[in-house]
Nanobody
């Protein structure tokens, strides 16, 4: 069992940067595949990025590739999402998720059993 809490969201202008944090308690992040998803109003939750630290794997959605970096600090049991060159279409609630290592694509909501409450990111034009 792991509990996740996101932080670092806020209101920024287009072109700005923002770093989201996801702190875990209960189990170390290294026991899980970890991902960020986002959900804009009226839209389905969509994949942003995934990291499997113990397997050395990361991947990103095409919509954020080159602008976003996922990383993990095992000493702090925290995962980060560094977002640069933000666009208004990045506006959404961002969710941290953790799930078992399955050998899957790690970009589907159903692959993750633990979720944080979410952090709002709003990008103004």
């Amino acid at each position: 069992q792991v509990t996740l809490v996101e932080s670092g969201g806020g209101l920024v202008q287009a072109g700005d940067s923002l770093r989201l944090s996801c702190a875990a308690s209960g189990r170390p992040f290294s026991d899980y595949a970890v991902a960020w998803f986002r959900q804009a109003p009226g839209k389905e939750r969509e994949f942003v990025s995934h990291l499997s630290w113990s397997r050395g794997m990361t991947n990103y959605a095409d919509s954020v590739k080159g602008r976003v970096t996922i990383s993990e600090d095992n000493a702090k049991n925290t995962v980060y999402l560094q977002m640069n060159s933000l666009k208004p279409e990045d506006t959404a609630v961002y969710y941290c998720a953790a799930g078992p290592y399955t050998g899957g694509t790690y970009d589907r909501v159903g692959e993750y059993g633990f979720w944080g409450p979410g952090a709002q990111v709003t990008v103004s034009s």
